[in-house]
């Protein structure tokens, strides 16, 4: 009888783990599909001749830079700043080409990627809408979620400050997150007082519990309004509410829904 329960139980299980992994496999093959989606609508926007650098791993996924590439084309903002340069980098460039105005200011600690950015914006004939600073990151003694007698201390870009002014979107993209703890914290310390009044700031890798953290310490430090966009990586949006009431329009970002575009709905079964 017991032998008999045993199996009963070991067969529940067995199920549930099946059923599990079905799940996961689902979900993998719906982000893939979304992620590969994505690409196939920011090639169609983008006027680059050459091809974008590799997407996968721990750079910038396609669908935040189709968000990006999308609001910057609707928004058309006159200054950019991001920490952290590579495929964005190119994306933002070209959408501030196709625009006809705007400067991305581009922080990038290491020489090695900053020179290969370097060479894909000359390649694409992009470099006049781009200043591109190589800013060693170096101890940081302001403001931080990183406890002071943390293993690593915090560091942050040795930033020069200059020509960064009315910033109207912040891309927090870097430094890496081994740097130290909560390192894209000093982001917001650093800039706040050189965002334009109608600023957004927008954190990539928002899935991660540190960049979570980060970006809820902003909101309640700085009297942003906040929201979590759910994309592979995930995104965090501040802005001011006031600038709404104001009557400046931050985006529906459901308008820039592939799926929508598509008439399709690729949602899972529990988000439906």
Not at 220 to 242: D, P, Q
Request: hydrophobic residues 35%; negative net charge.
């Amino acid at each position: 009888m017991a032998d008999k329960a045993f199996y009963q139980s070991l067969s529940q299980e067995v199920k549930k783990g099946f059923s599990q992994s079905r799940l996961n496999h689902q979900k993998s093959v719906d982000q893939l599909y979304t992620q590969l989606e994505s690409l196939s609508w920011l090639q169609r926007q983008l006027t680059i001749k050459g091809h974008l650098p590799p997407l996968r791993g721990w750079p910038t996924s396609p669908d935040f830079l189709l968000k990006l590439h999308t609001w910057i084309l609707k928004h058309k903002p006159k200054l950019i700043v991001e920490t952290g340069s590579g495929a964005s980098t190119l994306v933002i460039a070209d959408a501030l080409r196709q625009n006809g105005a705007g400067k991305l200011i581009s922080l990038e600690h290491l020489q090695f990627y900053a020179d290969e950015t370097s060479q894909t914006l000359l390649d694409e004939n992009l470099t006049t809408w781009v200043d591109l600073r190589v800013c060693p990151l170096e101890s940081w003694t302001g403001d931080h979620l990183n406890p002071s007698d943390a293993d690593k201390p915090s560091r942050w870009y040795s930033l020069n400050f200059k020509n960064i002014n009315n910033i109207d979107i912040l891309i927090v993209d870097g430094p890496p997150g081994n740097t130290c703890l909560f390192a894209r914290y000093p982001a917001l310390p650093a800039l706040f007082n050189r965002l334009s009044p109608n600023a957004e700031v927008w954190m990539d890798d928002a899935n991660r519990q540190e960049e979570k953290e980060i970006t809820e310490e902003w909101a309640k430090r700085y009297g942003f309004e906040m929201e979590f966009i759910s994309l592979e990586k995930g995104m965090s949006r501040l802005w001011h509410k006031s600038v709404e009431l104001d009557g400046f329009h931050c985006p529906d970002f459901s308008e820039f829904s592939t799926e929508a575009n598509l008439g399709l709905d690729f949602s899972l079964p529990e988000d439906q």
